[in-house]
């Protein structure tokens, strides 16, 4: 049998990934002499290039546009892919199995800042970044979420989502006024600039910031923010890798590495001293 020992993270673009360098100081320091790079994959190219690994293959991540190609290729989901509907994480085998770790590292990122509870949050943007961080929100206490998109048409499965965890989410247009709420959380492309207006409304009475983004960092978003709490979109890609590390290791999210802090400390390394 092959020692399964491939992986990497897959997505287009992907050249700006930070995640090889991320699984790399793990693995080190786990003493894993796993391989984990990177390829551009679109969305049309995701089943053929799929079909093509062979068995040295252990793991992929999965970004966008490819989360929910992932999801429609697994045979099992766990519980935050299945409430989502996209996963970023598949575990190689004789059969595919997917998980969703982007919802844990939203969750871990905010725990890091003291941000363990709130009862109301604003999500901006619709994707599937969006749908993991209404699932992240609601399992720390959210009963009240205000979707804004440009198009909020696109919000309709957030809706729904909302209904299966029993909180009320109500969608707006962008410019929209807001009330108040604990947290916004950030779901909108890289590089986005909103209209000045615009983000000093989200700002006001927008609680504490949690921007998905983190390249370039600060946001145009986090600028526009004052004094309050803004944690960056680093924290979730952090704690999302060590989640899918522990599936790669032993095929559960909840798993914790030997020696964990030490694996967190050098990822954490990684990010803040890139080699490249």
Same mark, same amino acid.
């Given at each position: 049998?092959?020692?399964?020992?491939?992986?990497?993270?897959?997505?287009?673009?992907? /050249?700006?990934?930070?995640?090889?360098? =991320?699984?790399? /100081?793990?693995?080190?320091?786990?003493? =894993?002499?796993?391989?984990?790079?990177?390829?551009?994959?679109?969305?049309d190219a995701f089943a053929d290039e799929l079909g093509s690994l062979d068995e040295s293959w252990l793991g992929l991540s999965l970004t966008m546009p490819l989360k929910e190609h992932a999801f429609r290729a697994a045979a099992t989901h766990d519980r935050h892919a299945e409430m989502t509907g996209a996963m970023n994480t598949l575990l190689l085998g004789e059969e595919l199995a997917g998980f969703n770790t982007d919802v844990g590292g939203i969750i871990d990122a905010l725990a890091e800042r003291s941000i363990t509870e709130v009862r109301t949050a604003r999500i901006l943007g619709a994707g599937a970044t969006a749908a993991s961080a209404l699932v992240a929100v609601a399992e720390i206490g959210a009963i009240r979420v205000d979707v804004r998109a440009r198009r909020p048409e696109r919000a309709a499965g957030l809706v729904e989502l909302g209904t299966r965890l029993g909180i009320d989410v109500q969608v707006a247009p962008l410019d929209d006024a807001a009330e108040a709420v604990d947290i916004t959380v950030a779901t909108l492309p890289s590089g986005t600039v909103l209209a000045e207006e615009s983000a000093a409304r989200l700002a006001h009475g927008g609680g504490a910031l949690f921007d998905a983004a983190y390249a370039p960092w600060p946001s145009a978003l986090a600028t526009?923010?004052?004094?309050?709490?803004?944690?960056?979109?680093?924290g979730m890609l952090l704690h999302q890798a060590v989640r899918q590390i522990r599936i790669f290791l032993n095929g559960d999210p909840a798993h914790v590495l030997p020696d964990e802090p030490a694996v967190i400390a050098a990822m954490r390394a990684a990010l803040d001293h890139p080699s490249s």
């Amino acid at each position: 049998m092959v020692d399964q020992r491939r992986l990497a993270v897959w997505g287009d673009p992907i /050249a700006h990934s930070k995640s090889p360098a =991320l699984h790399a /100081a793990a693995y080190t320091v786990l003493g =894993l002499d796993w391989e984990y790079g990177r390829r551009q994959v679109t969305g049309d190219a995701f089943a053929d290039e799929l079909g093509s690994l062979d068995e040295s293959w252990l793991g992929l991540s999965l970004t966008m546009p490819l989360k929910e190609h992932a999801f429609r290729a697994a045979a099992t989901h766990d519980r935050h892919a299945e409430m989502t509907g996209a996963m970023n994480t598949l575990l190689l085998g004789e059969e595919l199995a997917g998980f969703n770790t982007d919802v844990g590292g939203i969750i871990d990122a905010l725990a890091e800042r003291s941000i363990t509870e709130v009862r109301t949050a604003r999500i901006l943007g619709a994707g599937a970044t969006a749908a993991s961080a209404l699932v992240a929100v609601a399992e720390i206490g959210a009963i009240r979420v205000d979707v804004r998109a440009r198009r909020p048409e696109r919000a309709a499965g957030l809706v729904e989502l909302g209904t299966r965890l029993g909180i009320d989410v109500q969608v707006a247009p962008l410019d929209d006024a807001a009330e108040a709420v604990d947290i916004t959380v950030a779901t909108l492309p890289s590089g986005t600039v909103l209209a000045e207006e615009s983000a000093a409304r989200l700002a006001h009475g927008g609680g504490a910031l949690f921007d998905a983004a983190y390249a370039p960092w600060p946001s145009a978003l986090a600028t526009t923010w004052g004094d309050g709490v803004v944690v960056s979109g680093l924290g979730m890609l952090l704690h999302q890798a060590v989640r899918q590390i522990r599936i790669f290791l032993n095929g559960d999210p909840a798993h914790v590495l030997p020696d964990e802090p030490a694996v967190i400390a050098a990822m954490r390394a990684a990010l803040d001293h890139p080699s490249s």
